[in-house]
């Protein structure tokens, strides 16, 4: 990665549209993955294309339509509840080891499409 993931403002939560009609509005501890591996996983502005690309390719999401939740770190980044994890890959990851709160952490969420060429389409990213 070429930017410091530990000096992010913000992440980013990627979510099916099943999994973002079934978000809580408190007490969220994740999607079935994160329940799975003990933490909520994040991506940095930076990670979400290599994040889409490794856990929502067509191999393994057919859909074509994706949630981004935008949280600010400063949100989730108490109690030690948010923790840089290296990856398989030697990626550093923000993890939130607790819950989030959907109504508050996540300060906007936007509908991303994928593209003809596999790829979904984002926005610039604040990092």
């Not at 799975?36 to 067509?58: A, C, I, Y």
């Amino acid at each position: 990665m070429t930017s410091d993931p530990t000096k992010c403002t913000v992440l980013y939560k990627i979510l099916t549209p099943d999994e973002h009609a079934g978000l809580p509005t408190s007490d969220w501890k994740g999607t079935s993955l994160d329940l799975k591996d003990g933490f909520v996983h994040l991506s940095t502005s930076s990670q979400v294309p290599l994040t889409l690309e490794r856990f929502f390719n067509k191999d393994f999401f057919p859909g074509d339509d994706l949630v981004l939740g935008f949280i600010p770190r400063s949100s989730i980044d108490v109690d030690d509840k948010l923790k840089f994890d290296e990856s398989a890959h030697g990626d550093r990851f923000g993890h939130v080891y607790g819950t989030i709160d959907p109504s508050k952490d996540f300060v906007k969420e936007i509908k991303i499409a994928r593209e003809s060429d596999g790829k979904f389409l984002l926005p610039e990213l604040d990092f």
